[in-house]
């Protein structure tokens, strides 16, 4: 299963961009748990937690695909590393004011500065496979390999941060990822030789929204829900731990959340799939809902973590298949736009669904806030089956352009 990923990384550099952006994408599992965790810990309310949460990702959401566009036409060194030097100080900035016990309107201020610059890390190493690879299988296998790597941050960022908040300082989750995004972001841009060339603009072919696109809308409904489903499963699950009387225990069960995704991500991109992808898409939503519906029946930590890691199977693949459409709606000169908006999509759902599952939990407990997330599958099912038509329709026809992934196709970023 293995031999894919080795032959993709044998090519020139391919090694070096990859593991800098792994370094540079730690945020995406450990902010928002370490907000949560300090914020909660520090002010004692989940709520406020919630909705500081929901700031950066909100923030990040917004933003993150504005500065796609201008990396799609200036490059990715000189857009990211002035905006990842301006995230740091926006996290340094948040962990300040908490350990201070600060205003609550300075942390939304520093919050919302950290993810409006912290851009879509994961967006611009894509762009380097793509740049890359030509083979349609190979850059199936190297999308596929970027999204286990996304879940094994998952599997270990909420337990080192839910570690170092509850045994250091509550502010310590958030320094590691600060520490990663800087580093990382800055070993990966410095990689001049896979970045992607610009892409010249054809006056005959103006820039167009692409969220134009009804393809791209009905995608994007469908990573709202997505995201509110996983956003209110890292909020109840931080509360019911505490509940159980095992706080420290939260980022080990959200791991194994992750770890389930992991694998069967490395499965799957080690495959080819001659399977229509609007079909595989459906039923991954379809299953992940039914599985967080479990979460309603589960009564102890070991029976969420074993129905977190069932679950978790059907993340990656519906993550990658839903992110494999985007190529057969926007132009090639837009594939980093497009991606950023799918990312903003599930980062608007992760907002969402922290906020209500947080504002639940005060009033109801982590029961409430299963409550959210099992909403959040229901709505995601809909979405999928009002989609199904449009979806199909749409990859119906082949893209002749050079990033089509493979003869089905398939792609994520």
């Known amino acids: 299963m293995l031999q894919p990923y080795r032959e993709i990384l044998a090519h020139p550099g391919a090694r070096a961009f990859s593991s800098a952006g792994v370094l540079a994408r730690l945020p995406i599992s450990m902010v928002g748990?370490?907000?949560?965790l300090m914020v909660?810990?520090?002010?004692?309310?989940?709520?406020?937690?919630?909705?500081?949460?929901a700031a950066y990702v909100v923030a990040h959401a917004v933003c993150a695909p504005q500065l796609a566009r201008l990396v799609d036409r200036r490059g990715q060194a000189r857009v990211m590393r002035p905006a990842l030097v301006v995230a740091s100080v926006g996290l340094t900035?948040?962990?300040?004011?908490?350990?201070?016990?600060?205003?609550?309107l300075a942390l939304y201020a520093w919050a919302v500065l950290a993810g409006a610059t912290t851009g879509s890390i994961g967006a611009l190493v894509r762009a380097r496979w793509s740049n890359l690879?030509?083979?349609?299988?190979?850059?199936?296998?190297?999308?596929?390999?970027e999204s286990a790597l996304d879940e094994?941050?998952?599997?270990?960022?909420p337990v080192l941060a839910t570690y170092l908040a509850t045994t250091v300082v509550p502010s310590a989750g958030l320094l590691v990822p600060l520490v990663g995004l800087l580093v990382g972001g800055m070993l990966l841009l410095a990689q001049r030789g896979t970045e992607p060339p610009l892409v010249e603009r054809d006056p005959a072919q103006p820039h167009r929204f692409v969220m134009r696109s009804?393809?791209?809308?009905?995608?994007?409904?469908?990573?709202?829900?997505?995201?509110?489903?996983?956003?209110?499963?890292?909020?109840a699950t931080v509360a019911f731990a505490e509940e159980q009387g095992a706080r420290s225990a939260a980022g080990a069960i959200l791991g194994t959340f992750a770890l389930g995704s992991m694998i069967s991500g490395l499965g799957y991109g080690a495959r080819h799939w001659l399977s229509p992808l609007w079909l595989r898409f459906a039923i991954g939503v379809v299953?992940?809902?039914?599985?967080?519906?479990?979460?309603?029946?589960?009564?102890?930590?070991?029976?969420?973590a074993a129905v977190m890691f069932v679950t978790g199977f059907a993340?990656?693949?519906?993550?990658?298949?839903?992110n494999g459409l985007v190529q057969h709606f926007v132009p090639r000169r837009q594939l980093t736009e497009g991606l950023a908006w799918l990312g903003t999509s599930l980062g608007l759902g992760l907002s969402a669904g922290a906020s209500t599952a947080g504002a639940l939990i005060d009033r109801q407990g982590a029961h409430g806030g299963f409550l959210v997330v099992v909403g959040a599958g229901g709505a995601a099912v809909v979405a999928t089956l009002a989609a199904l038509s449009t979806l199909r329709s749409g990859t119906a026809v082949q893209d002749p352009a050079p990033t089509t992934l493979e003869p089905g196709p398939e792609a994520h970023p």
């Open 287 to 304: 299953a992940l809902a039914a599985g967080v519906s479990l979460f309603l029946l589960v009564t102890s930590l070991p029976v969420l």
């Open 93 to 104: 900035g948040l962990v300040l004011t908490a350990s201070a016990e600060g205003p609550t």
């Open 133 to 145: 690879l030509s083979d349609p299988r190979g850059l199936h296998t190297a999308y596929s390999l």
């Open 152 to 157: 094994m941050l998952f599997v270990i960022g």
């Open 315 to 322: 993340i990656a693949p519906t993550i990658i298949n839903g």
């Open 33 to 36: 748990i370490g907000i949560i």
């Open 40 to 53: 909660s810990e520090v002010y004692g309310s989940y709520g406020l937690a919630g909705r500081v949460s």
């Open 214 to 235: 009804g393809g791209m809308v009905l995608v994007a409904v469908v990573f709202v829900a997505v995201g509110a489903m996983l956003g209110a499963t890292d909020v």
